[in-house]
């Protein structure tokens, strides 16, 4: 870390630490005011006096998960460091640590408010919680405030709501302003983030980033995507691999053996064993996962998740994997955590749920299937392995067809030079600011000048005007633009002859109740036994199309459907027995435009080194292929489909879609209607204007 930017830190200056995953930035945040803490605790008991009440330090993630990792990573070095004060004689009492999440018992809450720990780690929803409660009282002594994964954030909604309950923990504190610290290891641009941080205030830049250490590869195990079927028979007679393919040990025993399960099992699950690619990753992922002391598969999303921990473990024989995502319950995810740190489990199939900076132990390899979508989601994915101070982070992509074989080529390479997308933080999100007017008009009244001074403090709503304000405040105060609004409820009452609002009776409750910006998604919640603990949430599609006395996979663990209620289901263990697979509804995040361009200019130059010395594209095709092999990290398969995927293209439409063309198709569908299709490759945020549009 740059001396001179811990010194500004130490100095009490707001701050943006960038530093490289697994540096310990979050540790070193921390003890900076730990040090401070433990020394002015350790002085009053020397002196007889009493702790000082209240707050110090609060710390906010993004994740559950990573509340609870925090927890447990600094309570050790904590006993540590009061043990070396001790043997140096040094006036030191360790700083107690409180955690508030969804999960947190009430019991706990309850204690939190009368007895409040010096350290206080939380998300963003749980803060907004406890400033509408009496709770916000142990919140007037805070001194430092530390923003975990602040990239996660600063370009959402869910940034902007927190932006605005941090402003109000400023609020409470009066004239003294908590120090606000930022930590990231993927954050560009770097001034957006630090505005986004401090809002209106100045916000140092300490960046101890360097390029990404990367042992990364692209592989493909059949020569033919398209036509997979020969890999069923002999996924592993491969020709000699590339110079830097990754070589995994026992892969000449795997063939029939490891595919035999899947051959009886095809037709069920709705796979071709001579036509899905699927039996030939299958055994990749097994040998690579059994190669290694830890692994994590990252998949996009939480059906492929569960599918893929299911069929790993019946092509296994064992339960060698276990799935992680956000549709299992918090207690079933932190045990499948601990087991996977202890060495009990060898490998978790995850998606976003672990994609953060959760501290998961010496993890060996990751292996993604499917393209990560981004340059940041790559990196943050891969950089669970190897999560320690230097080390190089491994990592190995199965693309699933060709098309996503094209993208995670790109993405790997910007990966390597670490071209993290640029983020951009939301302008006025009107919506957000009406939750959160409601919320402090539930505390207190407010002046409407003190609100607008307030609100302007935020990056977000730093350009708001009072006509603005005015119109959300007329707006929640029930004057409507028509009588179609006239069933809604107003909020709060806006006294204009002393310019103050308040709310109404009940509005504080329904804030709380609504809080925060991720949506409800209709989840039914699964549980064991009628008052048993939660296992985890089903969607509700998929809920309506069970019936009880089937069986259902969750976790990669089976459970039997006893009864489905009005907003639950329960259910009883079923070890052993086979359940249907559970789907999620959702959209995807859509490819960054970034990526998007990135993508297109890749093609142009792929399409310049096929085309050899001006020839037809298929004239280069050696040369294209050496190309990918050297300096895209694709094993010989993998760029001999990409090659062919770009030839096929060009010799069907002449023209491929690139960051300086857009290719037109026009056919004929089934019926004999004219169909056209719009490529570009600039992904859903573009193309759903478009849509829109057209």
């Given at each position: 870390m740059q001396r001179d930017g811990w010194a500004r830190i130490a100095a009490g200056e707001h701050a943006l630490l960038l530093a490289p995953t697994g540096s310990g930035k979050t540790l070193a945040a921390f003890f900076y005011a730990i040090d401070q803490l433990g020394r002015e605790a350790g002085e009053r008991a020397g002196n007889g006096e009493k702790t000082q009440p209240g707050v110090q330090l609060l710390y906010i993630s993004p994740l559950k998960a990573l509340v609870a990792d925090i927890d447990r990573n600094l309570r050790a070095p904590l006993v540590g460091v009061a043990r070396t004060a001790e043997q140096l004689g040094a006036q030191f009492r360790a700083p107690r640590v409180a955690l508030r999440t969804g999960d947190t018992p009430a019991r706990d809450r309850r204690a939190q408010?009368?007895?409040?720990?010096?350290?206080?780690?939380?998300?963003?929803?749980?803060?907004?919680?406890?400033?509408?409660?009496?709770?916000?009282?142990?919140?007037?002594?805070?001194?430092?405030?530390?923003?975990?994964?602040?990239?996660?954030?600063?370009?959402?909604?869910?940034?902007?709501?927190?932006?605005?309950?941090?402003?109000?923990?400023?609020?409470?504190?009066?004239?003294?302003?908590?120090?606000?610290?930022?930590?990231?290891?993927?954050?560009?641009?770097?001034?957006?983030?630090?505005?986004?941080?401090?809002?209106?205030?100045?916000?140092?830049?300490?960046d101890a980033t360097g390029p990404p250490k990367l042992d990364l590869m692209i592989s493909v195990p059949v020569p033919d995507m398209t036509q997979p079927g020969t890999a069923a028979r002999a996924p592993f007679a491969m020709r000699e691999p590339a110079p830097h393919t990754i070589a995994l040990p026992g892969a000449e025993a795997a063939d029939s053996e490891l595919l035999a399960p899947f051959k009886s099992r095809a037709g069920s699950a709705g796979e071709d064993a001579d036509t899905s690619l699927w039996p030939a990753i299958y055994p990749k992922l097994l040998e690579a996962i059994r190669a290694h002391r830890s692994t994590i598969l990252f998949v996009n999303s939480r059906g492929l998740c569960e599918r893929l921990a299911r069929r790993l473990n019946e092509l296994a024989g064992e339960a060698l994997v276990r799935a992680h995502h956000g549709s299992i319950a918090h207690e079933q995810r932190r045990s499948i955590e601990e087991d996977l740190k202890a060495g009990r489990l060898r490998a978790i199939v995850a998606t976003s749920s672990l994609e953060l900076g959760i501290d998961m132990g010496a993890v060996d390899l990751v292996l993604m299937v499917e393209s990560p979508g981004a340059v940041s989601r790559g990196l943050q994915r891969v950089g669970r392995a190897g999560h320690q101070v230097g080390a190089a982070s491994r990592g190995l992509i199965f693309p699933k067809h060709r098309s996503d074989l094209l993208e995670a080529t790109v993405v790997a390479q910007g990966m390597r030079a670490g071209e993290v997308e640029a983020l951009r933080v939301p302008h006025t999100p009107l919506d957000v600011l009406a939750q959160q007017v409601v919320a402090m008009s539930a505390g207190d009244p407010w002046r409407v000048e003190d609100l607008l001074a307030l609100v302007r403090r935020t990056a977000s709503f730093a350009g708001i005007s009072r006509e603005v304000l005015g119109s959300v405040l007329e707006m929640l105060a029930g004057r409507y633009p028509s009588t179609d609004f006239s069933e809604l409820r107003p909020r709060i009452t806006w006294d204009r002859e002393s310019d103050r609002i308040a709310a109404r009776p009940g509005a504080g409750k329904i804030a709380l109740l609504s809080g925060g910006t991720i949506p409800d998604r209709g989840l039914y919640s699964v549980h064991l036994g009628p008052d048993g603990p939660r296992v985890g949430e089903l969607d509700e599609e998929m809920v309506h199309e069970t019936r009880a006395g089937e069986i259902v996979t969750l976790g990669a663990t089976s459970w039997r459907v006893a009864e489905i209620t009005r907003d639950r289901v329960i259910v009883t263990p079923a070890p052993g027995q086979p359940g249907k697979l559970p789907f999620w509804r959702g959209d995807g995040p859509g490819r960054p435009l970034e990526l998007g361009r990135a993508l297109g200019r890749f093609l142009r130059e792929l399409e310049g080194e096929c085309r050899a010395d001006g020839g037809d594209l298929n004239a280069g095709r050696g040369r294209a292929e050496r190309w990918l092999e050297r300096d895209f990290c694709l094993d010989a398969y993998a760029a001999r489909n990409l090659v062919d995927y770009v030839i096929q293209q060009h010799e069907a439409v002449g023209a491929l879609p690139t960051d300086r063309a857009i290719t037109v198709e026009r056919f004929r569908d089934e019926l004999g209607d004219w169909r056209v299709c719009i490529l570009t490759p600039f992904g859903a945020r573009v193309h759903g204007p478009w849509a829109l549009a057209i």
């Open positions: 408010s009368r007895d409040p720990a010096e350290i206080l780690v939380t998300t963003p929803e749980s803060l907004y919680l406890i400033l509408g409660s009496a709770q916000r009282e142990t919140l007037r002594t805070v001194r430092w405030i530390v923003v975990d994964e602040v990239h996660a954030l600063a370009a959402t909604k869910r940034g902007a709501h927190l932006a605005l309950s941090l402003e109000r923990v400023a609020a409470l504190c009066g004239a003294h302003d908590p120090q606000r610290i930022g930590l990231s290891a993927t954050a560009r641009p770097v001034a957006e983030v630090a505005r986004f941080l401090g809002g209106s205030r100045t916000v140092a830049i300490v």
